[in-house]
């Protein structure tokens, strides 16, 4: 059974929740490899680089970043904010469908740790949050918290 679907009714607001890679930006690949049995363990060498930290702070070109989404509709930012509480601190910001028709956009928030002799990405997710569907004009203000302890390094 086929069930049509009017994706102008029904529009997408998912974004990628990993990178692509350019493949002429990597200097990694697989060779030819026999595969091991019985292994109850995966040993990851990447540190705290691992998906898009590492991307974003080598400055490798990726061709779909974290967090690419496509809409058949555009979203304009304004009013961004940002206060200090006693455990962290609030994000909020309006967001404006722009386009032609409903839809969904996804606010994400990166934050860049001060140097302290860490090693630390160039930027981490800290947030995010989604609007309800938005008609054309429509605006929505969002609020994004993050707590002391998601912003704390630890050595």
């Known amino acids: 059974m086929t069930f049509p679907v009017n994706f102008m009714d029904h529009p997408s607001s998912a ?12 200097g990694w690949g697989r060779g030819p490899q026999q595969p091991v049995k019985d292994v109850d363990y995966t040993e990851y060498e990447e540190g705290i680089y691992v ?5 974003s702070t080598a400055g490798v070109e990726v061709s779909y970043p974290f967090g690419y989404g496509l809409s058949y509709t555009t979203f304009a930012y304004s009013k961004p904010g940002v206060k200090a509480t006693a455990d962290g601190f609030v994000a909020s910001i309006t967001v404006t469908n722009t386009g032609k028709v409903a839809g969904k956009e996804v606010v994400e928030l990166y934050v860049t740790a001060p140097e302290a002799g860490l090693a630390k990405p160039a930027c981490e997710l800290k947030a995010f949050a989604k609007t309800r569907e938005l008609k054309p004009g429509e605006s929505q203000t969002l609020t994004l918290r993050v707590d002391n302890y998601g912003i704390a390094s630890f050595n």
């Open 15 to 26: 974004n990628f929740p990993y990178n692509y890679s350019r493949p002429q930006n990597t």
């Open 51 to 55: 998906g898009y930290r590492y991307f």
